[in-house]
């Protein structure tokens, strides 16, 4: 079946450094990949989209990069800053079809 | 301000009753779409509408039940025929199923 996989760990790292957070998936051929952000108890919020034909994609301080090779993308947050604690979720999507499959996510901590 | 609104933000049910949340969207988009968050998991797929009069059954239907009277509307009734309802809801909506989804506030419904 369809999996997607992100760390369930915790990441904590230190203000000024830069946060990868990766998004495994199996037994899936997405048509493009979505980060989202989630702060506790409020709506996800769209952060990047990026196509299979896609290596790389930046947005500000954020890269994402999908390789379909490996089913793999890599979220990365470069100088961060406490602000940017919460919990990111990958989410991928198929051609055709409607459905989009969520990861349950990967709670950032980024002290001071 | 354009966006997409949920109400109520928390639900109390008794065993046995069916409820209704509210989805309500002025971005004027076609897609709609319900989902269900419980701890450690992703976002699980309730129902879709791509356009107004047409749903879909998404992975979890079951217990469930949606109307799309309205374009800008998107109610999901919770049934006493749902086993487990205690979560957190979420409605999004896209401009169309190939975009990013923007998301409500979500309501969190506990049953008593």
């Known amino acids: 079946s369809q999996k997607i996989e992100q760390n369930s760990e915790a990441l904590n790292i230190q203000e000024g450094k830069t946060a990868t957070l990766t998004c495994n998936y199996t037994?899936?051929?997405?048509?493009?990949l979505q980060w989202y952000r989630q702060d506790p108890g409020r709506g996800p919020v769209f952060l990047l989209l990026i196509r299979e034909n896609e290596k790389e994609k930046r947005k500000e301080r954020l890269k994402v990069t999908f390789d379909t090779t490996l089913k793999q993308s890599l979220f990365h947050i470069t100088a961060s800053q406490p602000a940017d604690s919460a919990t990111y979720l990958c989410?991928?999507?198929?051609?055709?079809?409607?459905?989009?499959?969520f990861g349950a996510g990967t709670r950032l901590f980024v002290k001071a | 301000d354009g966006g997409i609104t949920q109400s109520p933000k928390y639900l109390f049910r008794k065993e046995g009753q069916n409820v209704t949340l509210s989805c309500e969207q002025n971005?004027?988009?076609?897609?709609m779409y319900w989902y269900r968050q419980d701890p450690g998991q992703g976002l699980r797929l309730i129902y879709y509408?791509?356009?107004?009069?047409?749903?879909q059954k998404g992975d979890i239907a079951e217990g469930y039940s949606v109307s799309r009277e309205k374009k800008e509307s998107f109610p999901l009734t919770v049934t006493s025929a749902q086993k487990n309802p205690t979560a957190f809801y979420l409605c999004?909506?896209?401009?169309?199923?190939?975009?990013?989804?923007?998301f409500g506030p979500g309501t969190r419904l506990t049953v008593l």
């Open positions: 037994n899936y051929s997405p048509a493009y």
């Open positions: 989410a991928l999507r198929g051609a055709g079809g409607f459905k989009t499959i």
């Open positions: 509408s791509q356009i107004v009069n047409d749903f």
């Open positions: 971005l004027n988009h076609d897609a």
């Open positions: 999004a909506s896209s401009i169309d199923r190939d975009n990013e989804q923007f």
